[in-house]
């Protein structure tokens, strides 16, 4: 099962992409497109499709700072980003939606564009002195001109996982989630910890219960707005569990009941594909933990 945003198509030139003279010649390539968005969704075109069009017609639109920005080569074809001014184009669906629907490598680039225009949204200005930043490396880094400081795209690693023992798991629920959806536990990494230590912690402050041995599965990127997921089973002490305030509940599951969960209305919404949290879900369900 291929997980969407990963495997992307796009090799991102990084040896290349610091040369601004390579960068020109990439835009002003006939085969050099541009996916633009209207604030964090994609725009349309008049068909009512996501709006990719030649890069260079991109110099007519009026594009937000910094303009256009350099996500990557697909079989030698360079793809650009941006984002449009309010009110130049209809906005689609919200963007899982669209990731949801479109092409898996077209979803890579997707989303690759969404982190990075996002990021460029909060950057503008030197997080050090105040000034504005200017792009470089075909807009996938930023330097401030008054203090030098070099600003990078951000990526918030998460951990996210199954916790089991026995031939059950642990599933929890969040109060915001549609009625009857149990899913996997998530939280953010921590400064000063490994993916393992995080994974034991959140498993500890989500449900209170002590991880015995934690392994590694897969990462997906999530670009909402750029997140990792950094997939793990956990295998944990049996007993009582205690949700934490950010849960509204966690319970033990057997196969059959996933089962049961993950073939109902309440689960069918999102494709299987779709994230991690069913990729991991699905596997355990296999026997694998
Ligand atoms: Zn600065």
Redesign the pocket.
Known sequence: MQLTFTDSPLDFAGLQRGNADWIFEQQASPDAKAVLFAGPDLALDERGEPMIIPARRTRMLPLKSPGLVFLGLENGAPWFAGTLERGVADKGPDFRITAMQVDPALACIFGRARSLLQWHGRRR???????E?APSDGGTRLK??????EHFPRVDPSVIMLPWSGDKCVLGRQASWPQGMYATLAGFMEPGETIEEACARETMEEIHRPVIHARYVASQPWPFPSSLMVGLTAEIEPGELVPDDDLEDAKWFTRDEVRALYDSEIARWAPKHFSISRLLIERWLDGEA
């Not at 401030?144 to 400081?149: A, I, L, N, W």
């Open positions: 200005y030197c997080s050090n002195c105040g000034a930043n401030c001109p008054s203090c030098g400081m």
